[in-house]
């Protein structure tokens, strides 16, 4: 099955400063890479995803970019604000493979230093 | 309009008693699937329906959790004998899955499930 690989699991930047997660994955024929919020005790929230037809997407100060050959994507937040503290999970899934659901990494505490 | 639901939002219980969660998805959504996080940890996927079947039980972790669910809407998940280590926050989540395409998945609140 379905492996992903988060990195790293803490980290910590200036306010204004930009962020950058990175996840592998280990399934080929996995083709759609979602990234979540997660707020303390808040249930996950999509912010943004990428499917393997498309290398990169950006959506205000996000952006997911995918290296389908190395297997692996990155969440890359710009102009970090406080509000941006929580945790991030990246996940991995085969479209039309509902059955196999997404298949998450640990995920990464995102601190924003005042 | 309403997100997916879940009740209760917090369950304490006794070694060896058995539990029932309940998920309401987004009205409409075809597929429904529970994940568990435990404390610190990823979301692990449990079991995913599509409508009123699910085509494959293996991400259960044992034999004592199972689910259903009825009318293509509620879920539940139920889990007999519970043990300590079935402690952890049971996420639920649906999406619309279009034809052969797997929509965002929206996610309920969670139930925190604690054995003592």
Redesign the interface.
Known sequence: GENVEQHPSTLSVQEGDSAVIKCTYSDSASNYFPWYKQELGKRPQLIIDIRSNVGEKKDQRIAVTLNKTAKHFSLHITETQPEDSAVYFCAASILGGGADGLTFGKGTHLIIQP | GAGVSQSPSNKVTEKGKDVELRCDPISGHT?L?W?RQSLG????????F?GNSA??KS?LPSDRFSAERTGGSVSTLTIQRTQQEDSAVY?CAS?A?TQ???D???????TRLTVL
């Open positions: 597929a699937y994940y940890q990823g979301l692990e996927f449990l079991i995913y599509q085509p494959d991400g996420l999406s899955q052969r395409l797997s965002t998945q929206y996610f309920g609140p969670g």
